[in-house]
């Protein structure tokens, strides 16, 4: 049929014609925008939960003598430690698989990022399967859910929860070459596997900076780094019940 032949001129080297080539662009252009925007709230929620870090390991510092009570405040600071873990791997998938980006620009500008997620991988794993690395039978010398080392001025904190009758190895902040100090301010070790929570948050945020530089959008605040307009639902309903008449019949 005339209608359906297409010229070799119009044809790629796939097989698509050139109106197939567009609409798969347009349709990789509406996934991007979701996982643009995926990226960019996993950046908030890892910053938001790293503000909260600091300021939960500073009220640490005055009762860090006192046992009982540090323990009582050291288990939700660690599922704020595991948030930031959680999201900086998500946005690292995110950053991996994003359309539109060829493989050789993200490998050239996320190399930096893919080397603070070592690490997170890790980690991750060791948090969400850790039935199975329990259950392997090798020897078990660490925290469970990890310790958190921080650094305030010159002093050097470091807080883990034990597991009564066993002896762990809990480690502290590495220290630089001569003349640089600490490596980090913040450190979360999960299995030995040290992970500078300050560096990658700030690795995070550096690898969107470079993505938003890359991009457009057609509304020009759509792109600010921010949560996004709220939309919120209110209803509510009123259920009145009344006998029917029956018949007998």
């Known amino acids: ?11 790629y080297s796939d097989g698509m014609t050139a109106e197939e080539v567009s609409k798969l662009k347009e349709e990789k252009g509406k996934r991007a925008v979701f996982f643009y925007e995926s990226a960019k709230r996993s950046v908030l929620a890892a910053e938001v939960l790293f503000r ?17 009570k540090l323990s009582e405040r050291f288990g939700p600071i660690l599922i704020t430690a595991m948030g930031i873990i959680d999201f900086a791997h998500r946005f690292g998938e995110l950053m991996d698989g994003m359309p539109l980006i060829k493989a050789p620009m993200r490998r050239s500008h996320l190399k930096s990022l893919k080397e603070a997620l070592e690490p997170v991988t890790d980690t991750r794993n060791h948090l969400q399967h850790l039935r199975g ?30 597991t009564q009758g066993f002896e762990v190895t809990v480690p502290s902040m590495a220290f630089g070459s001569l003349g640089v100090g600490y490596v980090a301010r913040y450190q979360y070790t999960v299995a030995s596997r040290g992970i500078l929570l300050d560096r990658l948050v700030a690795t995070m945020r550096e690898s969107f900076d470079w993505l938003a530089s890359i991009v457009s959008f057609s509304d020009p605040d759509y792109d600010k780094v921010g949560w996004g307009k709220a939309v919120a639902f209110s209803s509510s309903m009123k259920i009145e019940i009344s006998t029917a008449a029956t018949s007998a019949e």
């Open 52 to 68: 909260r870090l600091e300021a939960e390991l500073a009220e640490l510092e005055p009762i860090f003598s006192d046992g009982e």
């Open 133 to 162: 690395e329990l259950a392997a039978g090798s020897s078990i010398d660490y925290p469970l859910m990890g310790s958190i080392t921080w650094i305030q001025g010159q002093q050097c904190y470091t807080v883990a929860l034990l």
């Open 1 to 11: 049929i005339a209608s359906q032949r297409v010229s070799k001129a119009s044809m």
